[in-house]
């Protein structure tokens, strides 16, 4: 690898960063962000050398990259740049940190669609779901939406996963829809985890995976694309008449009936496998919102009726 110096043309530094600090130590998919934000620094600094990067030329990378991107997703980009600019400081190839009280613009959110279902309408949902004798997206669609689990970690289960004696299933490994196919690693150590199902799943798959090789996915018959499956709930929705959401959204659904229904926001972090319960409560600030609004009338209920 040769050696970078501060007259490096910046976006060639940036490459380089990549492959030193995070090619093999991320997730493909996460590489593929990384990639993207390489192509776009190149496309708007094509000539910037890594020494000229002051505030106002980061600035104005970002208010360039702003015209095309909502808020979230520059400040993304943002996240993905900062940590090599703040290392060519270290580095003593640029004096001082450009990146500091860099301010995050963009175009104005699209339009937000429905992220998850209310009781009532997974309960419609799953009521006509085709769950016919064979295995079909049908009923990827109720397993997911049963244990809230992510649809690369869905794809990757096996019959070897399926406790039937405890009830459980257990998320070890994800399919790589996005790629080639075959197993990868969960995100991360948190998303190894055993999932409590309910003796009826448990029972239809029973019967659904018996003959199956062991060490199989089930899911998988050939090349896959959540695209399809996003469709194929797309058009239950509609049908049905019940707000459409995503095949993710179905994880968001999961959680927010557990947390309505009181469950503590430490086991919904478990059963969905979040690192933290930072996550979680970021993810779901709505709905603990919403709880916080419940509480208040309880608390008030019962002081009042304090003597």
Partial sequence: MRIIKKDELFFL??????????????????????????????????????????????????????????????????????????????DGFIDRDPTRKAIIKGKPPKEKKPKFLNQFELNTLIKNLNLSDEINWDWLILLLAKTGMRFSEALGLTPNDFDFSYQTVSV???????????????????????????????SQFVRLVKGFNENEPIFINGKVYNSTINNKLARHCKELGIPIISIHGLRHTHASLLLFAGVSMASVARRLGHSSMTTTQKTYLHIIHELENQDTDLIIRSISQLV
Avoid at 179 to 200: A, E, M, V, Y
């Fill in 172 to 202: 070890n490994k994800t399919w790589d829809y996005k790629g080639h196919g075959g197993f990868l690693p969960t995100k991360n150590k948190s998303s190894i985890r055993k999932i409590q199902i309910d003796w009826q799943t448990t």
């Fill in 13 to 90: 530094y940036y490459e380089q960063w990549i492959e030193m600090y995070k090619e093999g130590a991320v997730r493909e998919i996460t590489m593929r962000k990384y990639r993207m934000t390489l192509k776009w620094v190149k496309e708007l600094l094509p000539t910037l050398k890594v020494y000229e990067l002051n505030r106002t030329a980061y600035q104005q990378l970002l208010n360039e990259y702003a015209l095309s991107h909502e808020k979230q997703t520059t400040m993304d980009f943002h996240h993905q740049l900062k940590g090599a600019i703040l290392d060519a400081v270290d």
